[in-house]
């Protein structure tokens, strides 16, 4: 077996928590997918209306 030494910390690879914290709200967010409720083949990634009828796209659970 081969024992590495630990990574030696630098401003690249040092992390803080409020910045994981950032990172996974913007994933969640980025997630989000808008529907329209007459039209379910339509999907999007952000809010607007339907191409299809003008209704409001709504989103999706």
């Known amino acids: 077996m081969i024992n ?3 990574p030696k910390k630098n401003a ?6 409020k ?3 950032d990172t996974k709200n913007e994933n969640m967010e980025a997630k989000k997918t ?4 007459m039209h379910p083949e339509v999907i999007s990634d952000k ?3 339907c ?3 003008g209704m ?3 989103e999706k659970k």
């Open 4 to 6: 590495f030494p630990p």
């Open 12 to 17: 690249k690879t040092e992390i803080t928590v």
């Open 19 to 21: 910045e994981m914290a």
């Open 34 to 37: 808008y529907t329209c409720s």
């Open 47 to 49: 809010p607007g209306k």
């Open 51 to 53: 191409p299809k009828c």
């Open 56 to 58: 409001e796209l709504i």
